[in-house]
């Protein structure tokens, strides 16, 4: 069972920093693509960040504050989150994509950033 664990969410300030972690129970060599997707309240889900073969893409709203990474020996996926703003506030979700395995999701965790 391919499971995706996330971890790292909370409360912050306005111009605070958070990192989410996103630790997988299989090598994330298995994925072609990571990425991480927030949800607000009442908006729909959309992409925050995504790597594949080492290039990264990241929503126009978090460029040059947000950073997607990787640890292939630890299996996780992060993103480092830095000026947090109150629009950042979301659940956060990890996504991994195989063209053997399918889409897998995590549970989400909440980042909240108050004003």
């Known amino acids: 069972q391919v499971q995706l664990v996330e971890s790292g969410g909370g409360l912050v300030q306005a111009g605070g920093s958070l990192r989410l972690s996103c630790a997988a129970s299989?090598?994330?060599?298995?994925?072609?693509?990571l990425g991480w997707y927030r949800q607000a309240p009442g908006k729909q889900r959309e992409l925050v960040a995504a790597i594949s073969s080492g290039i990264r893409n990241y929503a126009d709203s978090v460029k040059g504050r947000f950073t997607i990474s990787r640890d292939n020996a630890k299996n996780t996926v992060y993103l480092q989150m830095n000026s947090l703003e109150p629009e950042d506030t979301a659940v956060y979700y990890c996504k991994g994509t195989s063209p053997y395995l399918g889409e897998f999701w995590g549970q989400g965790t909440q980042v909240t950033v108050s004003s």
């Open positions: 299989v090598s994330i060599f298995s994925f072609n693509t």
